[in-house]
């Protein structure tokens, strides 16, 4: 039997077998890296690409929460008291051993390490777009005395985490990742808060302070940063600087330090601001004299001075309206201290903070204006009044909170927008990028004690929530 085929058949056959043959290669093509990436994102890289499987992808970040419980528990040992308390002060020996800790770790996730002239410690995830400004996040190791061991090393080892946790799930960055260790968080050996930070900000001002700054034992900043291994002169200060547009985003991962999470059964807390302290010192001075021998009406006793400004303080904080603003007299002494006495001189230390700056410096300028009243009423002298710093809040950018709460919702993670009432390295970091912060739970809110606790769930949760939205960051 023949077979007589029309040419338009013929015609028909061959343009079906061409656009199969398309259809092949064109799947054949298909970069697995670009498909990870889409996933990632939660929008197509070429318009054209369904992002139909990104939960399969979300489901490929695993967190190796065993090394990371172990690595949390060794840092822990880098301590100058014992456990379950840690201590870990700026430059001190055991500082400069969990340093070393750390690099060793970020060389093993493959991160390449480099140390600026105070010792904030950068490992850095190449992007396969390297001239684009990269991504970071990270935190800090050091811990005031009879600590605890989350604070701070939650957003380091969990960064280096979840960089582990990216290259296991086969992604690959555009823009560079970097997690920062900051040199000093707390103030416990210079008294400066976020030195590491604040440095990196360009804040002139701190590094001439710095060329003249001694501990208590009267070491000077300078010879500790020597002798740990970092800079020992004062020009290289500023080298700290961060260029402008370093980063294009930077998020930083944290115990919440307080009990909200936790009483509420929440696994993330979206930080959409932080509030920023002020503090100032106060002095009063009077006669002071006999208790028994001067009569009342001819005192004039620094001590009540001191106790009408502490309420004083509290009446103008409430005065305020908002709940967000709060001020505490955490520090009051008074001179000469003995039962007998009439105080002649007192002191008081302020701290007030609030997430809106104006509504803040009100308070400071009614605290001072009390203070003039009061030392006037009672005919002391107001001997000093200081304000020691007096930093400006901080809002999270719009877009990384945005990539946070999609990186929650993606991981099926319950969540909640809140308010940073402490104070991080994320406050001086917000001056130099779009900033945001990731909270996980922590044991009744505790901090800075040995009680101090997250679960190894929680932190895992929160390394998951913040590789994610490195993820997202990264391809932006
Ligand atoms: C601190 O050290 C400096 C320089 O070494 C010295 O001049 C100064 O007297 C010392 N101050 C105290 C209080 O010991
Ligand atoms: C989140 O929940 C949805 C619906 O219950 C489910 O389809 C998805 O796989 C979950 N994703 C993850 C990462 O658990
Ligand atoms: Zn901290």
Not at 180 to 198: A, D, K, N
Not at 297 to 309: C, Q, T
Request: with cysteine.
């Amino acid at each position: 039997m023949s077979l007589k085929i029309p040419r338009s058949a013929i015609l028909l056959l061959l343009l079906l077998l061409l656009c199969s043959f398309t259809a092949i290669s064109a799947h054949e093509n298909e970069d697995p890296t670009i498909k990870t990436m889409e996933d990632f994102s939660g929008y197509p890289f070429h318009e054209s690409h369904s992002t139909s499987q990104s939960h399969t992808t979300v489901s490929l970040l695993s967190v190796d929460a065993q090394s990371l419980q172990k690595q949390i528990d060794e840092l822990s040992t880098y301590s100058d008291t014992p456990a379950p308390s840690v201590t870990r002060v700026l430059y001190t020996e055991k500082d400069v051993l969990a340093r070393r800790f750390i690099k060793n770790l970020m060389g093993l996730s493959g991160l390449s390490v480099r140390e600026d002239a105070v010792g904030n410690i950068f490992g850095r995830w190449e992007g396969y777009n390297p001239d684009l400004s990269a991504v970071a996040t990270g935190s800090h190791i050091d811990a005031i005395p009879y600590s605890g061991k989350y604070d701070g090393v939650v957003g380091v080892l969990g960064a280096i985490e979840a960089i582990n946790v990216l290259k296991r799930s086969g992604f690959k960055p555009k823009r560079s990742l970097e997690v920062i260790l900051f040199t000093s968080e707390e103030p416990t050996r210079f008294g400066i808060s976020c030195l590491g930070s604040r440095l990196m900000a360009g804040i002139e001002a701190l590094a001439n302070a710095l060329k003249t700054t001694v501990d208590g034992q009267n070491v000077s900043f300078l010879d500790a940063a020597g002798s740990a291994g970092y800079t020992k002169h004062e020009d290289d200060l500023s080298s700290v600087f961060l260029k402008k547009e370093s980063y294009s985003g930077f998020v930083e991962l944290h115990i919440e330090q307080g009990p909200i999470l936790e009483e509420e059964g929440i696994s993330i807390g979206i930080v959409t601001a932080i509030a920023a302290p002020a503090s100032i010192k106060v002095e009063f001075e009077g006669n002071g004299g006999h208790a028994g021998a001067v009569l009342m009406p001819n005192r004039n006793d620094a001590g009540l001075a001191a106790a009408e400004l502490a309420l004083a303080v509290e009446k103008h904080v409430l005065e305020s309206g908002s709940v967000d603003t709060v001020g505490t007299v955490g520090i009051l002494e008074l001179h000469p201290g003995a039962i007998n006495s009439i105080p002649s001189k007192s002191h008081l230390e302020i701290d007030t903070r609030d997430i809106d700056e104006e509504r803040r410096n009100i308070v400071i300028e009614k605290i001072h204006r009390s203070a003039i009243a009061i030392a006037s009423k009672r005919e002391v002298s107001l001997s000093e009044f200081k304000i020691v710093n007096q930093d400006p809040p901080a809002l999270s950018d719009k877009s990384i909170i945005e990539a946070m709460e999609a990186s929650s919702k993606e991981l099926n993670l319950t969540h909640k927008f809140m308010i940073s009432r402490a104070y991080h390295d994320s406050l001086f970091m917000a001056r130099v990028s779009p900033m945001g912060m990731i909270f996980i739970p922590c044991y009744k809110g505790y901090s800075h004690k040995p009680e101090e606790y997250a679960s190894i769930q929680d932190i895992s949760n929160g390394v998951k929530v913040l590789a994610l939205t490195l993820a997202k960051l990264s391809l932006q």
